[in-house]
């Protein structure tokens, strides 16, 4: 992210492991079917290399998945930028930014992350979110000292 003169960085993350822990769950379940499955049908070894390439496959996926998402919150602005290959960025202005709401579930809670949910002015956008972050009441309040600050920079211009 290319920052402007004087813009400060103030968080910057990536979801959490633990975000997609329950897609490496899956993938594990589905690993072990494949590999059970195998195993019957080929009473040699093949159930364990199905089981390994497809868990393999799993956890490569999730890792790419999980860094290919990236959350900023400068002096100036929102950030969010998804994809390795192909790219989606997603930015707004700081002042724009009218409330912050985070939800977590009961197991997101157990786990320690949540989804923050910034609603913006003027937009119909909906899908703002920092999703899966560790600690969302970080990034609250990330978003909360920059908008005072920004306020406080602002006031002391006029």
Do not use: C
């Not at 290319?2 to 329950?22: A, M, N, T, Y």
């Not at 040699?44 to 956890?59: E, K, R």
Request: proline share 2%; charged share 20%; no cysteine.
């Amino acid at each position: 992210m290319d920052l402007h003169p004087g813009e400060k960085i103030i968080f910057e993350g990536r979801p959490s492991w633990r975000s997609i822990l329950g897609f490496y769950v899956v993938g594990l379940i589905v690993a072990v079917v494949a590999g059970g499955i195998a195993k019957v049908a080929d009473q040699t070894s093949t159930g364990v290399i199905a089981f390994v390439v497809i868990f393999a496959i799993v956890v490569v996926v999730g890792f790419l998945k999980r860094i290919g998402t990236s959350y900023t919150i400068t002096s100036e602005r929102l950030h969010i930028r998804r994809g390795l290959l192909s790219r989606s960025v997603q930015q707004t202005k700081l002042e724009r930014v009218q409330n912050v709401n985070t939800e977590q579930s009961f197991f997101e809670r157990v786990l320690q992350i949540g989804t923050v949910d910034f609603d913006t002015a003027g937009t119909d956008d909906s899908d703002f979110t920092f999703a899966g972050v560790a600690n969302p009441e970080e990034v609250v309040r990330a978003v909360d000292v920059a908008q005072r600050a920004a306020e406080a920079t602002g006031a002391a211009t006029v």
